[in-house]
């Protein structure tokens, strides 16, 4: 080294003390409120109102309400009910009304009180099917809400509901500030949410990033971290990247194939839960021959369920056992999932596919033929446990076509009348974003107003079962847990026996977090929480 | 230096034949990879899922456990038929407008360019997208939207030959004789562009391949399960940490198909361009 480096070195050295210094304070500054945290999300952000028909690209929108907006009711990581903006409630015995006490000193990001004014505006706001069209099993019961003191709302339906307390604990019943919609209209708020969350809007740019800032004014005090940022990585491999590289402190949707290597890296930290969303094939039960209970069932018996779970999600799934998932409120085990391939030839032999031509089963002189619809990165795995059974299904004598469908325009081809259905199976998956199984039931399997019309909820196949649907009338209005779970038992045994789904695995949900952080939570319905992180 | 002229014609005689080989043995695999195939390409062993390539299974297992090798040969026909049909049509596509462009000249012509020139300010693989997503998933879905991001360019390139053509003394000697519009374009022109045409099609050929994986890639190739190598190349590509073959084999297959195109596109026009036989 010569002696002009050494003098360069030293001049470099100088200069950058008190630079070092500065960074020490902001550093011991920031560990006093914690440092900003990036969350990396695999979908993207596009609009941020609860109401104008919800937070769009799920889990997303959930996710990013979590940190912006309160609801009467909150959920822990669990799913149990705990108390938000309600202090306490009460559900009347009829189960036709429940009666909240409002927080005290609760504020919106605006300044103004929530008051119980503003939570009868927002209810009501969320009650009209005009203008919040989505979720509507568990806003249509309610048919009024009062407001008879400053702290007091009650909200009342006129036939007994016994989901009151999941209704306004879903993401739909965030809080909106009145004044905010008042100032700006109805239509800002999905580009500028102001709510009453501990986090409030710093800037949002919609399909990419929201940054959003703790909310000093919070009733539950000033957050752990100063600053959220979520980045839109809709690539695994690129959100998995940038943990490694620490450009994000938090990703969802790891890859299954990914958790156990990342496992073993010193800097990250993998969190698995079970999901409560029970992935299947939903039959068109409005077409022949799968309007025929015999093939629905033969069509279960020939898919390697228990295999798929083990080999294709590297065991982080597990094969159903009923309509719903095992951790749902209310589940229980409504059969077994067989895989016998005997069985099922048995089955359509006995629905009349007999005669093997080429390998494909005919009826009286007709080819037994399947459209099978597929998204591809929706849902876990969709489009390799769809080849896999559409081989098992071919290997039956089943002609297979396998009709893929671009991510953007999947969910449109399920919501169509039933005369623009182009699918006999296709695949579908149902979290139960407030946790019930009766919501849950009730969405999938209640029966349609019109069968040709567009779907009420999501009952895509045409599911119709009087029994099914007067347990599940009876489960609305019964007061008595045992006894509600007996009667969603029921119905998830008829529903199972059915089959109007092919039945298929419920996948664990995967986060990495750098180590360091502390505060993520995993939901079982798919949400990646980070409004306690600490950075 | 006679003997260094020689030698720079031999290596490119190299060039043209190593592109022939190579591209006729690709051609040979589409033809009959079904019967070469160890496995069949949809045969799937759940219980060898990402598996490394083995004495078994030579170029590993996919992610629901379907020989690699197997599915690359009976793959073959599909990105080769993308890549023939769509220069096929491009050509004939591309090559009218061109000539009748560049020959009636005047309105038409400027008809003509209008629409090359607004089609060429897209890029090609963004207008293969958009078509693709348009016409939807499927082969036919491929070979228009490949075709369609060719035929700009091809009308261009031939315009601007038949432009040349057209001044020649033996073309006016034909119009001033009284011979058709129609033959003097088939008799005359045509053939005079034919060399430019063979060239652009050989090179568009490689170009073809990559665009048509590329869709593949993004989803918008052939419906599953059929194995073309960008949808393998893209399914592949979540599994990269954990089994890199899935993404290298497609990989060498296509990057080896668009060598051969190049090398087969570069010989023919040093073999046939009589400029660059100088």
Sequence with gaps: MDRRSVLKLAAGAAAAAPLSALNLRRAIAQGAAGRPITYGQSTSLTALDPGQGGFLNYPAGYEAALCLYDRLIDFDENLRFVPQLAESWQIADDLKSIRFVLRRGAKFHDGTPIDAAAVKFNIERTMDRQRTPTNRPIWDPITAVEAPDDRTVIARTTTPFSQLLNIFAHGSAAMVSPTAIQRNGERSIAQNPVGSGPFMLESFNPGQQLIVKAFDDYWGGKPATPRITFQFIAEAATRVSALRTGSVDVIDAVPVQLIQSLRREQNIEVITKPGLRPMGFVINLTRAPYDNVLVRRALNFAVPVQTIAERVFFGFARASDSPLAFNTRDYRKAGDPVFDAARARALLAEAGWRDMVNNVLHKDGQPLKMTLQTSEGLFPGDVAVTEIAARAWQQIGIDVTINKIDRSAYWDTLRQERANLRFDLAMFGFNPSNASGLYHLESLFKSNADDNARLDVWNIGRYRNARVDELLRTANVTPDPARQTDLLGEAQRIIWEDAPYVWLQVNENATAIKRGVSGVELWPIVFTSVRKARG | ?278
Excluded: C
């Design chain 2, 1 to 278: 230096m006679p003997a260094a002229a020689n030698t720079y014609r031999a290596k490119r005689r190299v060039r043209l034949w190593a592109g022939a080989a190579l591209v006729g043995t690709y051609v040979l695999i589409a033809l009959i990879g079904d019967r070469l195939a160890p496995y069949h390409p949809d045969e799937q062993d759940l219980f060898n899922i990402l598996g490394a390539p083995d004495a078994a299974h030579w170029l590993g297992a996919d992610n629901i456990g379907r020989d690699q090798f197997s599915r690359l040969l009976v793959g073959t026909r599909f990105t080769l038929a993308v890549a023939f049909l769509s220069v096929v049509l491009a050509v004939t596509i591309g090559a009218t407008l061109g000539l009748i462009g560049g020959y009636f000249g005047g309105r038409v012509d400027a008809a003509v360019t209008g629409l090359v020139d607004l089609l060429l300010t897209v890029p090609e693989l963004i207008l293969a997208i958009a078509i693709a997503s348009v016409v939807g998933a499927g082969m036919t879905g491929l070979i228009v939207a490949t075709t369609a991001s060719f035929v700009p360019r091809l009308a261009r390139l031939i315009r601007g030959r038949v432009l040349e053509i057209r001044e020649e003394e033996y073309v006016q000697a034909a119009i001033t004789v009284g011979m058709s519009d129609a033959r003097v374009l088939l008799r005359h022109v045509m053939p005079n562009a034919v060399t430019v045409i063979v060239i652009e099609a050989s090179l568009l050929a490689g170009q073809a391949v990559l665009v048509g994986t590329a869709l593949g890639f993004l989803g918008l190739g052939v419906q599953p399960p059929a194995p073309e190598w960008g949808t393998m190349l893209g399914a592949g590509r979540e599994y990269l940490d954990v089994a890199p073959h899935l993404v290298v084999m497609p990989g060498i297959a296509i990057s080896l198909l668009i060598f051969g195109f190049n090398l087969l596109g570069d010989g023919l026009r040093d073999a046939l361009d009589p400029r660059s036989r100088a």
